[in-house]
């Protein structure tokens, strides 16, 4: 009986998810799942709902899609150096110079690698790798056709062998071989991206060039075209006269577009801008044609050719008109390039700037960061403008999209605005920035140097405007793992500290000083000395004060190997003596004070003061004495002062009343031996 009804259970049950899953169009899906119970209706024994189920359209994730969403679950580590340096904890960085010493490091071995493997492929001609995959192999870099041929030249462009393919070419032309059109083009590309020369790792990628606009505002004023040139020179090869490209290029027996747009953008991004100008001429005699990766190229040179603002512009405008002549569509690097030269146009180029952001929504393009960054610098830099009504409108529309790269200024954006930010002390608008930064993929766009120079910028100006317990959250979740503080910021937290009366977290921020390798830096030494000095604090607070000033007279003396010791400074002694007498170390206090004599310094009222008062309260009367007869050998005039108060404050046996006794008060002698010397030099 219980295996009958336990059979006619599972037959109505299975009758049930029958009517349910069915599909629409009569159609039966004989697919059942138990979680079709979890659809919101409740069965009744009397009435069975029915329900329609439609299938979900297939989904297409992102070959990334699991790991992003790993990735979504944690969160950043602020106690954890830059992912880049976790391989090697011994490498971990301690400042700024070192984390951009150590990350150049692995991209020089990376490249030292790429070398050996394409400079000595034979040595690496075993595969272990199961399964084998081509695309992660290193690349063949022999050429494989033997003999001079077109086909041998074509292989040789694609290798990048810019001294083979001038030689086998010209031993084509010397055979009396005719060269394809095409073929030939491609030689002029591989001479003009890279300058006529061998090709290196580090001569692929284009130097940025100098985008500091010049110092005056006005228009007609002419700015130093020699000074461009010079900023603009990168390390790269520059245009040599009749170099391989030129000597080519003349003796093609027929020239297409390709071939003048290739010798144009060769000559822009080696410095031959006037020959680019005069090359776009003898294309537009010849009646072709040029692309908009040319235009761009020349709109970039147009800062070269002319040296007044005006001029500038209305040659831009020249090119721009050609564009709609030729039928050639703008795209976003063409307008990235005008604001790039607007750049340099001073205040013509401020009041166009806008009209070009509105030509490009008129055009459905969108901006990219590098747009922004242009208009930033327009306005912001060199400029005397305290209004914000343009940034903020930028990170208006900044904030509300993710941007991947299509530019490389792009990666400028972000220190440029901190630093706008900075400028005008707003540090909303830093806050706001910051969301932007946020947003999407868009922290992609700061490597390590630009992203250790952002946070600076950031924490400075935390240090100016905001509350201490802002700043000090700020500084616990960033340091050693955003950003390496500098000297500067350090000072800016001090000066923090102190408007806050909050130094009793300087001791915390001298570890974080010393770890970050600046225990040496005499402005820091000195500020740090100051601020612990100044004020008398509770015993807690000035017994680790004692001990920070223990560690900075260590620094002073005992240098490392091939270190100079530091020089010890006036103020610095005293601030020593003071907070190791604060503390009742008085031994400690008097092997600081007969330094002074050493160095030829003299202490001050305050210093001689405060060591009394720890000798009153250790009860050490000798180290008292002895510090009266040095002021009283310095000729100090407080000396008087400071007998009286022993006499008055201290228990004195009658030794030591005879020895202060001893002690010449008047300086007489002293004086009278000053005039005696004086005497003798006349």
Not at 21 to 27: E, F, Q, S
């Amino acid at each position: 009986m219980a295996a009958r009804r336990v059979a006619g259970g599972c037959w109505q049950r299975a009758l049930w998810l029958g009517r349910r899953c069915r599909l629409p169009g009569g159609r039966e899906s004989c697919r059942s799942s138990s979680s079709s119970a979890a659809l919101g209706k409740t069965v009744d024994n009397s009435q069975v709902t029915q329900e329609e189920i439609v299938l979900p359209r297939r989904k297409t994730w992102d070959k990334l899609a699991v790991l992003q969403t790993l990735a979504s679950t944690v969160n950043r580590d602020p106690t954890a150096a830059h992912y880049m340096f976790q391989d090697d904890p011994f490498l971990m960085p301690r400042n700024a110079a070192n984390s951009r010493l150590y990350s150049l490091s692995k991209e020089s071995g990376r490249n030292a690698a790429k070398y050996i493997i394409k400079n000595f492929p034979q040595y690496f001609d075993k595969t272990f790798a199961e399964p084998n995959i081509p695309f992660l192999m290193p690349e063949s870099l022999t050429p494989q056709t033997e003999g001079v041929s077109e086909e041998a030249l074509r292989e040789r462009i694609h290798l990048r062998m810019v001294k083979e393919s001038v030689d086998i070419f010209d031993q084509l032309l010397q055979a009396g071989t005719p060269v394809s059109l095409e073929t030939t083009n491609s030689l002029l590309d591989l001479l003009c991206f890279y300058g006529d020369v061998k090709p290196t790792p580090e001569k692929e990628e284009e130097e940025k060039e100098d985008l500091e606009e010049p110092g005056e505002n006005a228009s007609e004023q002419k700015a130093p075209k020699r000074q461009f040139q010079r900023g603009s020179q990168s390390s790269g090869p520059r245009w040599r006269e009749n170099n391989h490209a030129e000597r080519i290029f003349k003796i093609m027996p027929e020239r297409n577009a390709h071939s003048y747009c290739t010798m144009i953008r060769g000559m822009v991004k080696h410095g031959a801008y006037s020959k680019a100008y005069d090359m776009y001429i003898d294309l537009l005699n010849e009646r072709h044609k040029a692309d908009v990766h040319t235009f761009n190229a020349l709109i970039r040179a147009v800062p070269y050719l002319k040296e007044k603002f005006v001029e500038r512009w209305e040659l831009a405008k020249d090119f721009l008109t050609h564009m709609a002549q030729q039928k050639v569509q703008p795209t976003l690097l063409t307008f990235n390039s005008v604001l790039k030269t607007l750049r340099r146009c001073g205040g013509v180029g401020r009041s166009m700037s806008l009209s070009v952001l509105k030509e490009m929504e008129a055009l459905d393009i969108e901006p990219s960061l590098a747009s922004y960054d242009h208009l930033l610098s327009m306005y912001y830099k060199g400029v005397d403008v305290q209004s914000s009504d343009i940034i903020s409108e930028v990170l208006n529309e900044v904030e509300k999209r993710s941007f991947t790269a299509q530019d490389p200024d792009d990666a400028s954006f972000f220190p440029t605005a901190m630093q706008v930010c900075c400028d005008l002390k707003d540090i909303k608008l830093a806050y706001q920035l910051n969301k932007a930064l946020e947003k999407g993929d868009n922290w992609k766009f700061l490597d390590v140097d630009r992203l250790n120079g952002y946070w600076s910028k950031f924490f400075s100006l935390l240090c100016m405007m905001e509350q201490i317990e802002v700043v000090l959250k700020w500084y616990k979740e960033m340091s050693f793992s955003l950003f390496y503080p500098s000297p500067k910021n350090i000072l800016g937290l001090l000066q923090a500290l102190d408007a806050a009366n909050q130094l009793e977290v300087i001791p915390s921020v001298w570890e974080d000083v010393k770890q970050l390798g600046f225990s040496r830096r005499q402005d820091l030494l000195e500020e740090f000395l100051s601020l612990m000095s100044r004020d008398q604090h509770p015993s807690e607070i000035q017994l680790a004060f004692a001990k920070c000033a223990e560690e900075i007279k260590a620094v002073h003396e005992a240098a490392g190997l091939g270190q100079v010791p530091l020089e010890w400074t006036g103020s610095a002694l005293g601030h020593v003596v003071v907070l190791f007498s604060r503390a009742g170390r008085s031994q400690d206090a008097w092997n600081m004070m007969e330094r002074f004599q050493q160095i030829n310094r003299i202490p001050t009222d305050k210093v001689m003061d405060e060591f009394l008062n720890c000798a009153k309260q250790t009860n050490s009367p000798d180290e008292a004495i002895k510090m009266v007869k040095l002021a009283a050998s310095l000729g100090l005039p407080s000396s008087q002062r400071l007998k009286s108060r022993m006499e008055e404050e201290f228990e004195l046996s009658e030794t030591q009343k005879k020895a202060l006794q001893s002690i010449k008060w008047d300086g007489d002698s002293s004086d009278s031996d000053s005039d005696s010397s004086d005497s003798d030099r006349e």
